[in-house]
């Protein structure tokens, strides 16, 4: 059952059902179900200091699978001289050797690194940069392997993937390879900087995925040919390079649609055998007085929050996660850089209440069928049907003959916004299919009178065409199934046999 906390009075209250169909069941569920990934970035001093009585770790575990860390994990904090090393942020995240768990392991999530080598001045130690007189090319070279190698290593094994390089092209036309920017690396060691820093990372772990890193290169674009140019000549020197991160920090006044610019930009860095990843998602609205100008932005920022999503999982699995660059306006990088000319750019508002862009996602995810009327039949059987006892009243159901002919037997699915359906038999629509036990090694299944209660909302997920998982919200990973060689319908762990796939037929 859905609860009210209200921390003032400590009381919980069951409240109405219009509020109650609203609390979704997170993008984390949605996410997993169809296996892509969704993180975002994140504020280490929030996660360290719990803020906003919980309700940033709170979101962050409610609707992502991954994070990177804003702050903390890029060179101008970590390396603070030579062989000196500032480990806060990364140990407390991930653990240090002597201490392996962190923040990450103790919740479930699992970290991108963010970043080892960023070449512009203003984001380099600037100890390297005040001796850079004095450092010769070779030593230069090593000393960016030292600290890419102990990096690396230190947190070999525990994080996902690797930005290696972040932002090393220039976003105009220059006499430079790639185009790449005038910066420290490039003044010691040319272009081959960024070949040897993909080269010490690969070393150093050799199964973490690494990627190049930036923006502006969504479309196809001057400076994205130059990215491809450069991967592309990395793996001509015969360089592990996994993929591009393409940041994604958009206005609102972009649309996002199959085959146009971002598609064919996206489809050609896969042909050419690289991976894509939405690293730094946020959609900015122009703000005036902290509002936005126009209020109508925030419905087009959710539409193409959902075009975003939709072209992430249109070239799934080459791309196989988004992350948006943090999630909530209460946080966001947007408005200091944009001296407060713009805002709003993330999926929930400052108060942490979903905007828009998180109901689009969520339903992008989760909405897998169109509403209707529908007869279930097990794959393993599919000249049966689920349907409701003649006596409706007893809430009793199981599998029964034929194919679905009365209306005890058919079942008026309908879209919770929530993220789950409610599936009513057509004979009595005020009760709904009903799980109990969820978490029993074998639970029930039932109707009762439909309350909004989490036991009647069900996860949908597509397992091929028109045969779908059906699994109850309170325990979404297990599924409805029928027992085999019976007519008894549970609830149990998903194994992937045709009982527990259901045929969904329209009627
Ligand atoms: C980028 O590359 C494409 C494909 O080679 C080419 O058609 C386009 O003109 C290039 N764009 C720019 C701005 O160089
Ligand atoms: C930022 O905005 C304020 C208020 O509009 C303005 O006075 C100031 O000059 C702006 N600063 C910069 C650096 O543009
Ligand atoms: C299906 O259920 C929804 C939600 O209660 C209701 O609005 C709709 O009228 C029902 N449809 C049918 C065909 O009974
Ligand atoms: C759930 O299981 C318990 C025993 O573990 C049983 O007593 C209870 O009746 C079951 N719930 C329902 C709704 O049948």
């Known amino acids: 059952?859905?609860?009210?906390?209200?921390?003032?009075?400590?009381?919980?209250?069951?409240?109405?059902?219009s509020i109650l169909a609203q609390d979704p069941i997170g993008l984390r569920v949605s996410a997993t179900l169809r296996d892509i990934r969704l993180g975002t970035a994140v504020l280490v001093d929030n996660l360290q200091k719990n803020v906003d009585g919980g309700k940033y770790i709170a979101n962050i575990k409610k609707n992502y699978q991954w994070v990177v860390a804003?702050?903390?994990?890029?060179?101008?904090?970590?390396?603070?001289?030579?062989?000196?090393?500032?480990?806060?942020?990364?140990?407390?995240?991930?653990?240090?050797?002597?201490?392996?768990?962190?923040w990450i392991q103790q919740n479930g999530l699992q970290l991108r690194g963010h970043n080892l080598l960023?070449?512009?001045?203003?984001?380099?130690?600037?100890?390297?940069?005040?001796?850079?007189?004095?450092?010769?090319?070779?030593?230069a070279k090593s000393l960016l392997e030292d600290y890419i190698t102990t990096v690396v290593t230190r947190y070999r094994g525990k994080i996902a993937g690797w930005d290696v390089?972040?932002?090393?092209?220039?976003?105009?036309?220059?006499?430079?390879?790639?185009?790449?920017?005038?910066?420290?690396?490039?003044?010691?060691?040319?272009?081959?900087?960024?070949?040897?820093?993909?080269?010490f990372a690969h070393n150093a772990d050799p199964n973490v995925e690494l990627?190049?890193?930036?923006?502006?290169?969504?479309?196809?674009?001057?400076?994205?040919?130059?990215?491809?140019?450069?991967?592309?000549?990395?793996?001509?020197?015969?360089?592990?390079?996994?993929?591009?991160?393409?940041?994604?920090?958009?206005?609102?006044?972009?649309?996002?649609?199959?085959?146009d610019s971002y598609y064919q930009n996206a489809q050609r860095f896969i042909d050419q055998g690289f991976d894509i990843l939405v690293t730094e998602l946020d959609i900015s609205v122009p703000m005036r007085n902290g509002k936005p100008i126009n209020p109508a932005d925030i419905q087009k920022q959710g539409v193409l929050y959902r075009s975003v999503l939709q072209y992430a999982l249109h070239f799934h699995p080459k791309c196989h996660g988004l992350l948006t660059w943090g999630f909530t306006d209460r946080y966001s990088w947007i408005p200091?850089?944009?001296?407060?000319?713009?805002?709003?750019?993330?999926?929930?508002?400052?108060?942490?209440?979903?905007?828009?862009?998180?109901?689009?996602?969520?339903?992008?995810?989760?909405?897998?069928?169109?509403?209707?009327?529908?007869?279930?039949?097990?794959?393993?059987?599919?000249?049966?049907?689920?349907?409701?006892?003649?006596?409706?009243?007893s809430g009793n159901i199981q599998l029964y003959d034929g194919t679905c002919t009365n209306d005890n037997q058919k079942w008026n699915i309908s879209w919770l916004d929530d993220g789950?359906?409610?599936?009513?038999?057509?004979?009595?629509?005020?009760?709904?299919?009903?799980?109990?036990?969820?978490?029993?090694?074998?639970?029930?299944?039932?109707?009762?009178?439909?309350?909004?209660n989490d036991n009647q909302e069900w996860v949908l997920t597509s397992a091929e065409n028109k045969v779908y998982r059906v699994g109850p919200r309170g325990a979404w990973l297990r599924v409805m199934t029928v027992i085999s060689g019976t007519a008894d319908v549970r609830i149990v762990d998903y194994t992937s046999t045709n009982e527990q796939n259901w045929i969904l037929t329209s009627i």
């Open 1 to 17: 059952m859905h609860c009210v906390i209200l921390l003032t009075l400590g009381i919980c209250l069951v409240s109405v059902p």
């Open 70 to 102: 804003e702050v903390g994990m890029k060179p101008k904090q970590i390396w603070i001289g030579e062989n000196k090393y500032n480990w806060a942020t990364g140990d407390w995240l991930i653990g240090s050797p002597s201490n392996p768990i962190g």
């Open 118 to 139: 960023w070449p512009g001045n203003n984001f380099m130690p600037t100890w390297l940069l005040q001796q850079e007189s004095s450092i010769t090319p070779d030593k």
């Open 165 to 199: 390089v972040n932002e090393a092209i220039d976003d105009y036309d220059s006499s430079r390879p790639f185009n790449l920017r005038d910066s420290f690396w490039f003044r010691k060691l040319g272009r081959d900087f960024i070949k040897y820093a993909f080269i």
């Open 211 to 259: 990627f190049y890193n930036e923006y502006g290169i969504e479309r196809t674009s001057l400076k994205a040919n130059r990215t491809l140019e450069l991967v592309n000549w990395l793996k001509s020197e015969g360089v592990t390079v996994h993929g591009v991160g393409m940041q994604w920090h958009i206005d609102v006044s972009k649309t996002v649609t199959p085959g």
């Open 336 to 393: 200091s850089f944009s001296n407060n000319t713009k805002g709003d750019a993330l999926p929930l508002d400052a108060s942490y209440v979903p905007k828009p862009g998180y109901f689009q996602m969520q339903e992008e995810l989760a909405r897998v069928l169109a509403d209707g009327v529908y007869c279930l039949s097990p794959k393993s059987q599919p000249n049966k049907c689920l349907g409701v006892s003649s006596d409706v009243s």
């Open 420 to 452: 789950t359906y409610r599936l009513s038999p057509l004979s009595a629509n005020t009760r709904a299919l009903s799980a109990y036990n969820v978490t029993s090694t074998v639970g029930g299944v039932q109707t009762t009178f439909w309350s909004f």
